[in-house]
């Protein structure tokens, strides 16, 4: 993987004070090149490092890309980052891929074919309850203050890459995971089908379905557990906002 641990790669910092690299910039225009090829010319294109062409509103499909998701932890020489890719028809996600290369780790959905992890089929945990589960997030956020009462004991982990942290909950290795502020749709299309393939539920903070394919490419939140674990913390977000800006994840 070139560039990955190279202190040398060139770094900028963008409005959103989120690292973007050379590397970043080398893997959107290769994935570019390859996906908008042959039968795939007409499809719309959205990617995080390239400007929002919005002919991808009129197309029958569009292709979803984040180059590096987690490039935080790509630039730190941590292997939690992932390629994401995802195929929208209208407002669904009809197939997805999320690769983490630096831990030989393919998963991969179609709508309606299941979820894979490097070929082989997976699901999401059997966990129905809060306390004592583990949970994909940032601690500070579950220790705000605008929460009503505490949150029960839970394992807490954090993963810096969002779409890695739907496929881990895809794959049962965590029970679910949160964020509390808008997250745009090349963090969130690629691990919905993929978790939802794997029984996983999936949806913004207030239990409403994503859609994806809108003029303004953003979910306002995400929550992404198992069947049993969802509604517990879909009850605990009940007394949020639509707008939950003010809170850090």
Wanted: charged share 25%; net charge negative.
């Amino acid at each position: 993987m070139p560039l990955w641990r190279d202190r040398s790669v060139k770094v900028w910092t963008k409005g959103d004070d989120s690292p973007v690299s050379e590397a970043d910039m080398r893997a959107d225009a290769i994935l570019r090149e390859a996906l908008l090829d042959g039968p795939r010319r007409n499809y719309g294109w959205l990617s995080e490092e390239s400007c929002d062409d919005r002919s991808r509103l009129e197309a029958p499909r569009t292709i979803i890309v984040d180059p590096i998701d987690g490039t935080r932890a790509f630039l730190q020489g941590d292997d939690q980052f992932t390629v994401c890719i995802a195929v929208t028809e209208g407002e669904r996600v009809v197939a997805s891929v999320i690769h983490a290369p630096a831990r030989n780790e393919t998963f991969a959905a179609s709508l309606g074919g299941g979820s894979t992890l490097n070929g082989k089929p997976i699901s999401a945990s059997d966990c129905k309850g809060l306390e004592d589960c583990q949970m994909l997030g940032q601690k500070r956020m579950f220790q705000h203050p605008s929460w009503p009462e505490p949150w029960p004991e839970m394992g807490v982990h954090y993963k810096n890459s969002t779409s890695y942290r739907m496929a881990c909950v895809a794959a049962g290795r965590f029970d679910g995971t949160l964020a509390l502020v808008p997250k745009a749709d090349w963090d969130a299309a690629p691990g919905a089908l993929i978790a939802e393939e794997a029984g996983a539920k999936v949806s913004d903070h207030l239990g409403k379905s994503f859609r994806f394919g809108q003029e303004k490419p953003e979910q306002r939140g995400l929550v992404c557990a198992s069947p049993g674990l969802y509604p517990h913390i879909i009850e605990r977000l009940s007394h949020l906002p639509g707008d939950l800006r003010s809170i850090q994840t």
